[in-house]
Nanobody
Framework: QLQLVESGGRLVRAGGSLRLSCAAS????????LGWFRQTPGKERDFVAA????????YYADSVKGRFTISRDNAENTASLQMNSLKPGDTAVYYC?????????????????WGQGTQVTVSS
């Protein structure tokens, strides 16, 4: 069992930066691949970024590539999403998720554990 708690979301102006954190508790954090997803009201939860258990493989949605960076620290049981050059379209609730898959997927159905989410609002 793995528990995930996101933090770091807040109101920020367009062009600004935010760093989201995901703190994990439970067993064997380093054996899970991790992902970040985001969701706005009335829409599907969309893939943002993912990282393999060892950190050697990362994936990004085209919409955030070059602006967002996913990372993890297995010694601290944490993951982060550094978000730069934020746009109003990045406004959403951001969720951290974990999967037992060796390589992380891009669809929410591939993930086994989810946090409660953190709100990011980007003003124009």
């Amino acid at each position: 069992q793995l528990q995930l708690v996101e933090s770091g979301g807040r109101l920020v102006r367009a062009g600004g930066s935010l760093r989201l954190s995901c703190a994990a508790s439970g067993r064997a954090f380093s054996t899970y691949s991790l992902g970040w997803f985001r969701q706005t009201p009335g829409k599907e939860r969309d893939f943002v970024a993912a990282i393999s258990w060892g950190g050697g493989t990362t994936y990004y949605a085209d919409s955030v590539k070059g602006r967002f960076t996913i990372s993890r620290d297995n010694a601290e049981n944490t993951a982060s999403l550094q978000m730069n050059s934020l746009k109003p379209g990045d406004t959403a609730v951001y969720y951290c998720a974990a999967t037992v898959r060796v390589l992380p997927g891009r669809t929410k159905n591939e993930y086994n554990y989810w946090g409660q989410g953190t709100q990011v609002t980007v003003s124009s």
